[in-house]
């Protein structure tokens, strides 16, 4: 049985973790201060690095009935989410496009590689449909900000 398959909490909790994304991205739409914008940043490194660590766990350890290609396989998986952390420090030298630009790809590809886990299939379908609306509502939020970003005011 999965571990998140015993408790709605798990799923109350990653939908509370959207009301920062949206509020910081309604703040900027109204006010365009620079601190909504640097704190959507803060708040958006802080939780793509968080579902980065909840997927590390179990993909560093792997069953001890699986064969020696699916460990590696899960090994190889694991690697491939702690690339989308390594970039993180550099980001500070980045534009702030590119800084929302990376993260909204960070979040689709956490999404493509957790759903290729073998773990995946032992989540339950709640969670699995929680973790796609979820990305999506931050994708859109990140482009938002990004569209904001990106405008030239109408002289």
Same mark, same amino acid.
């Given at each position: ?23 910081? =991205? ?33 993909? =560093? ?34 534009? =702030? ?59």
């Amino acid at each position: 049985m999965s571990r998140l398959s015993t408790s709605s909490h798990h799923i109350t909790l990653g939908y509370l973790g959207l009301v920062p994304f949206l509020l910081f =991205t309604g703040g900027y739409f109204i006010a365009e201060t620079d601190w909504l914008l640097q704190a959507f940043i803060f708040y958006s490194i802080s939780i793509v690095s968080f579902v980065a660590g909840s997927m590390w766990q179990p993909s =560093t350890h792997p069953q001890s009935s699986q064969d020696s290609t699916q460990q590696e396989q899960t090994q190889g998986q694991a690697w491939l989410v702690v690339l989308v952390t390594l970039a993180m420090p550099v980001l500070v030298f980045a534009p =702030t496009w590119a800084q929302l630009a990376y993260l909204a790809a960070a979040y689709v590809w956490l999404l493509v590689l957790e759903r290729s886990l073998l773990s995946w299939q032992s989540l339950s379908a709640d969670y699995q449909k929680m973790r796609g609306k979820i990305t999506a509502v931050v994708l859109v939020c990140h482009l938002f900000m990004l569209a904001l970003v990106a405008h030239i005011p109408v002289s």
